[in-house]
């Protein structure tokens, strides 16, 4: 029987001792370790990924009708104006353009109503500045065209909907099929007042001071600092 000599049962233990913690080390790592998201497909389970939401400029138009007996415009024409001039300044960017039909049957007829309908944006508060004038060809003389009004305004524009990559029936694993969400986020980019709060929320808005102030001054007196107002029997009433 062969005997280990110590300095060769040194380098045995020495050996043993560094495998045997290599081997806890692993298997910490192992324990602290998560599943990566590289391997997932993100859009295939998010609508919002599969059909984002783009915030960009787009055209805000109103038509105006074009007669062929002069430049009046009728009240309901003034009306429009003025609620469309609404929208331009609180939504608006830019100027507003006046886009003029030429070689249309009422080229001449569009001329002079362009002409009424600056003077119409002027009475609605648009500064001079902000109004231009642009021919648009129509190129057919035996049609009436109508006059445009166009500004750029911040929306929210989501992808096109009913696109059909793949057939149904032939998916066995339980994902989400393309167009799943698409309306969702069309709906969603329609109805937003502010575009922009997809991307940044809307600021805090300031506090009362008054009513800061208030409550400051009875807390310090020791006074009630709850509101005056009373809820009544029929507000804690439940229909059935």
Known sequence: MSTMTPDRRQRFCRAALTGATLAMLAGASAGCSTTGTSDVDLPAHDPRLRHPIMISNEPETLEIPVGMRGPALS????????????????????????????????????GQTGQAVHYALVRAGVPRGQIQVAPYYVGDHAK??????????????????????????????NAQYHNFGCAAQQNLAAMVANP????????????NGARRAKVIIDYGQGLETRSETELLDTDLEVSN
Request: hydrophobic share 45%.
């Open 75 to 110: 009240p309901t024409i003034e009306r429009a104006i003025r609620g469309y001039v609404a929208g331009y300044a609180e939504h608006g960017t830019g100027a507003i353009t006046i886009q003029v039909p030429a070689a249309s049957a009422n080229e001449v007829a569009a």
């Open 144 to 173: 009436v065209a109508a006059m445009r009004l166009t500004y750029l305004r911040v929306k929210a524009v989501a992808p096109q909907c009913g696109i059909w990559p793949e057939t149904l029936p032939n998916r066995f694993d």
């Open 196 to 207: 922009a709060d997809f991307v940044a929320p809307e600021p805090m808005g300031t506090a």
